[in-house]
Nanobody
Framework: QVQLVESGGGLVQPGGSLKLACAAS????????MGWYRQAPGNKRELVAV???????NIRGSVRGRFTISRDNAKNTVYLQMNSLKPEDTAVYYC??????????????WGQGIEVTVSS
């Protein structure tokens, strides 16, 4: 079993900052990539940022320059630093991991989601 636990969400004013964290635990062998998706009401889930084991990143255009993804491989944790937040960043943010388990099974895992609300 693999679990992804997110933390750091909440309510912030426009222009403010938040830092999300997602820790993976359980029967983890190798994590190929970890990242963040988000889903606003009435919208599809969309990629925000992802970082591979090798350090490559893919960041959504609308957040590039404002959001930074980082990863602590030793702690199996990925972070999303969000600066200059806008109301349109309001969504439920989901952690995602593509990994090999200790049983050599590759799978995709999701966290339970954490709310980020940007409002004055």
């Amino acid at each position: 079993q693999v679990q992804l636990v997110e933390s750091g969400g909440g309510l912030v004013q426009p222009g403010g900052s938040l830092k999300l964290a997602c820790a993976a635990s359980g029967s983890i062998g190798t994590i190929n990539s970890m990242g963040w998706y988000r889903q606003a009401p009435g919208n599809k889930r969309e990629l925000v940022a992802v970082r591979t084991l090798g350090g490559s990143t893919n960041i959504r255009g609308s957040v590039r320059g404002r959001f930074t993804i980082s990863r602590d491989n030793a702690k199996n944790t990925v972070y999303l630093q969000m600066n200059s937040l806008k109301p349109e960043d309001t969504a439920v943010y989901y952690c995602n991991a593509d990994l090999w388990s200790t049983d050599y099974v590759r799978g995709e895992y999701w966290g339970q989601g954490i709310e980020v609300t940007v409002s004055s």
